[in-house]
T-cell receptor, first 110, second 113 residues
């Protein structure tokens, strides 16, 4: 079964500090992993996908299959990064189910 | 480009009433799904569909029905509303296949009294 764990419900940092949002997953096959973000009063939107290995808004995430992790990192947090962040996993094999973690609310203080 | 459109945005129901949450997408996506978002629980999958005429249950399907008669529409029906169904409901759609992005509606905030 697919499972995504985000151990931190809340994370608070100061502007300019590094931030890391943790995500661990449980899945027996090769997962597709994503980070979605929900800014205040907006709909969820894709931030990153592991296959792209890209940096979006200064965020990066590396898939570590050995540790079954996909942590989201940013070296210098900005106030506009304050939002709800969800890690998500999609199983291969046709079911297309996208399973989310419980989310981490990031607050970046001035 | 409308994307994923949900109606209504807000709804108050009395216990025992039924209603349908509407979801429509104009991107010709095969995959559509419904989630509920509750504080501390994240997004939980209710039902999903990989194409017209095909639906399946997610993590929390009890009390909800879906159908998929067209590619564009994926309504969610509450059969007999209960206070435990008070939540924010999100519809999402995507293409099938590797590494595809899910697009979300703006959500429906439902309160059952």
């Amino acid at each position: 079964a697919q499972r995504v764990t985000q151990p931190e419900k809340l994370l608070s940092v100061f502007k300019g500090a590094p931030v890391e949002l943790k995500c661990n997953y449980s899945y027996s096959g090769s997962p597709e992993l994503f980070w979605y973000v929900q800014y205040s009063r907006q709909r969820l939107q894709l931030l990153l996908r592991h296959i792209s290995r890209e940096s979006i808004k200064g965020f990066t995430a590396d898939l570590n299959k050995g540790e079954t992790s996909f942590h989201l990192k940013k070296p210098f947090a900005q106030e506009e990064d304050s939002a709800m962040y969800y890690c998500a996993l999609k199983a291969q094999g046709g079911s297309e189910k996208l399973v989310f973690g419980k989310g981490t609310k990031l607050t970046v203080n001035p | 480009n409308a994307g994923v459109t949900q109606t209504p945005k807000f709804q108050v129901l009395k216990t025992g009433q039924s209603m349908t949450l509407q979801c429509a997408q104009d991107m010709n996506h095969e995959y559509m799904s419904w989630y509920r978002q509750d504080p501390g629980m994240g997004l939980r999958l209710i039902h999903y569909s990989v194409g017209a005429g095909i639906t399946d249950q997610g993590e929390v399907p009890n009390g909800y029905n879906v159908s998929r008669s067209t590619t564009e529409d994926f309504p969610l029906r509450l059969l007999s509303a209960a206070p435990s169904q008070t939540s924010v409901y999100f519809c999402a759609s995507s293409y099938r296949g590797w590494n595809t992005e899910a697009f979300f509606g703006q959500g429906t905030r439902l309160t059952v009294v």
